[in-house]
Every structure is written in C-alpha cells, then in structure tokens.
C-alpha cells in the first residue's frame, strides 16, 4: 500500500501545477517533501517511469492524436464525410480556426509539456535519489536516459507539429525547450535551436544507455524491470533511431545515415523481419509486425479507440476509412492482386457492395484485438520501427543500386517478390512507402512536411491536395503567443 501511495503521490505533484496558469509552464516547483517521498526508494523510482509512458500513450498524444487519429487526418489518410456529431473534415482541411480543431491541438501541447515536466521533475529526483543511495548509478543511469529519451522525442514532435517547415525556414521561431523544472518560462526558439537541443539530449541519452541490457539480451519477456520488454521502453537502439529521424529532418544527411546503419547493424537481430506465416496463418495475424517495433508505447486504449474510430459497425459519417481506389493507387494493383500484406491483411471490406472490385468502403483492422489475448505485442502502438531506419538510408545513401537495395529489402519481406529496378525514381518509391508502412503511426504527414511536398495525395478523391506552409504549420496555442 505504501509504494501505491508513493506512486499516487507522483501523479499528483506532476500534474497539480498545471491548474491556474495562463502561460502554460509559469509555475512553482512543489513542496520537495512530496518529491522525496517519492524518490524514496527504488521500487516508487521504477513505477515514476512508468508513469511517464503511461503519459505518453495518453490518446490526447500517441495513443490516438498522434498516430491514428488527428495526425493521420493531416497526411489525407482517411475518406472523411460531413457528420454533425465530429469534424473530421475540419481536420483534414487544415481548419486550424475551427473551434474544435484549435482545442484539440491546444490539448496535445499541454499534455506534451506537462508530460515534458513530469520528466524533468522525474530527472530531478532521480538524480537526488541516487546521491542518495536509493538506487544504483547503473540502474539510475538507464532510467535517467530513458527519460531523457523521453523528453527530446516530445520536444522533437511538437517541433514537427508546430514549428516551421524546416527546409525552408529553420530560423523561424518554432517552439520552446525545457530541460529542467524550474518554474520559469522559456522563451520560444528557433527551429534549428530546437533541434540542436534534441539531439544534444538524444546523444546524452545514447551515452546513459551505454549498458542498455537490450545490447546483450534483446527483446526478453518477464518480471526483470531493467530488461524486460524492451521494446517498449526508449531502449539503446530506438533512441539511435530517433537520431536518425531528426539528423534526417534538419538536413543532415550524412549523420542520418550514420545513425540508421549503426542502429542496423549493431541492433538488427534483436528486431528481426516478420515470420510471413505470423501474418498470413492463424487467428491472431501480427499486422503490427511486432518483432520490427525497435519502439512502442503499451497503449490500454488500442481495442476501445478501435471501436470508437474504426469498427464497421459505425455510420459512415464517424468511420475513419479509406478511399478504396486510394488504397489501390498507393499498393499498386487491383484488390484481387495486391500481395503486400500491408494491403492484405489489413484493409477488409466493409459495408454494401463489399463484393465489388474495388469495394465501396474498405476499414482497416490492424489495430484490432486478436483472439489470443496471451501475445505479448497486444496494446503495442509502434513509435518506431526498423524500416523507417531502411528508408532513411535509402534516402541518404548516395549509391542508387544500395538505395534501391534497402527499398527491396523492406519490399521483399512485405511479400512483394518484384524487385524494383536501378532506374527507379527513388525519391517517388520511398514516399509511397510511407504510404504504404506507417498507417495509424503518425509518420506520413511528418514525411511531406520534412520534404516540404507542395501537393500530396487526397484522401477524399483521386486527386491531390495543394499544401503549403499554412497548411503544415499548426498555429501556436493563443495561450502561449497571447501576452500575459
């Protein structure tokens, strides 16, 4: 009872202070009594941490807004109708004045800065509880660059959300850095400063990751809170990843590639390829394809956010589905040809005239619960996966035949036998394989913001959207940019 008391403690300390403050992070730090009884001892250490994942897996960030839902409107996945009872289509129309629009995007920043100061204040009593004594500088050391981790991909995310389209405009002011719980307001950066700043975290977390049990053992199942799961935890390996993700979004592609190989090459069998038999035999089809996810969050809400958003027994009107002749244009075939099993076994038919070639209505089910509620990958919602980490070589990698080899690679083992050839466009083939890969992962959207496409596919017709930097740009929350 004592240690759940402990915990209680943390969520409170950690969310009171964002009551009653107009710009958002001018706040006191609390009373250091509650911080040391919850840094107490190393068991109320271990569940503070993982109350920071719980945040993140929250659906106002990565549980539903930030990878199945709000972002995935902003890429044109979805064939969004009018409906009285949501807006969808405000979202996919970039209506960022719409009232409902504008309070959805206010909510992902406040919980993304307040999830920014759970973590600090969560480094904070970290490193008081280890001068103390309380836990080992070894195990101190990998909670203290998991949560590091933590802090550069949020801060990372909202520069991506929120701040300037980075090829174009890197000295744009963008959005704040907070590294330490102080109470104080920061001031908005500039782009560039903005990512100077992750990765500066991201390098200080690879090096407190150093002995990351994940480097000798892998992706281990069991009780061990150090080992176990990691996967599910900013592990070694994601967090090179996530160095690779923002090299490759500042324009530094001879980093990017450095980052993505290393993670490959030293990383790569603990995150082997897909077994093709565990998607296309049995009643419990790994459509997430689970062994690849190098990192996800444990999302509770996956099967509920399913129902609510997915499920083909909504009314049109509330259904995320896709276009199907969409669907057909990115996978390249027609429904009775199509062997990527990213298509396969993910997009069904749906609905009246299901019979027809292409359907009327086509629902995806990869994040639907599977009959054996015993697989260890149920609830995973993938952050980052290996093969974000072969498209950014291809991207990077300065020989055409290697480039297209990495691209073949991901094909090969998405059941597609037919290599693509040297005179591929590959600038053309690796945007549809984010089409093809990151569906409800949030990726997409980041992808043509990052390349600063000026039109992209629509998800209402076969058409394209014209975009620009009003479109990519979500407007800053008035709490933030009002004077106080």
Partial sequence: MAQKYKYILLLVFTSVCFSGCKKFLSIQPEDKYIEEQVFSNEKAIQQGLNGLYM?????????????????????????TVVASNNSYVAFQTYGYANTTVMAAFDEIWIQAYASIT???????????????????QQNASLLKGEAIGIRAMLHFDLLRLYGPIFAVAPGNPAIPYYSKAEGVTKPILTASQVLDSVLADLSTAKTLLAADP???????????????YR?????????????????LYGGNKTAANQSAKQALAEGEKWFPWLDPKLITQGVSPDRVFSPEVMFGVYNQSMYTNFTKYFSPDLLAGDLLTALPARLLSIYEGTNATIVDYRYAKTWVPEK??????????QTSVKFTDVA???????????????????YILAETEPDQTTAINYLNTVRYNRGIAVNLTNTAVLATEV?????????????????????????????????????????YVVPLPLSETTPR
């Avoid at 994940?214 to 176990?228: E, P, R």
């Avoid at 569906?439 to 629509?458: A, M």
């Fill in 55 to 79: 945040g993140l897996a929250s659906n106002t960030l990565y549980g539903a807004n930030l990878s199945t839902t709000t972002i995935e409107m902003l890429g044109q996945r979805y064939n």
């Fill in 118 to 136: 759970k973590t600090n204040k969560f480094i904070s009593g970290l490193d008081a509880a280890s001068q103390r004594g309380v836990i080992s």
């Fill in 214 to 228: 994940v480097i000798t053992g892998g992706i281990t199942i069991g009780n061990n809170f150090y080992s176990a």
């Fill in 231 to 247: 996967n599910q935890r900013l592990n070694y390996y994601a967090v090179m990843g996530l160095q690779a993700r923002a090299y």
């Fill in 352 to 361: 009246v005239d299901a019979a027809a070639n292409p359907p009327t209505v």
């Fill in 372 to 390: 054996d509620k015993t697989k260890s990958w149920r609830f995973v919602q993938p952050l980052l996966r290996k093969t974000e980490l072969y």
């Fill in 431 to 471: 945007q549809k394989e984010y089409q093809k890969e990151f569906w409800g992962e949030g990726q997409l959207f980041f992808y043509y913001k990052r390349t600063n496409k000026t039109s992209i596919p629509s998800g209402t017709s076969t058409g394209n959207v014209t975009m620009n930097a009003a479109k």
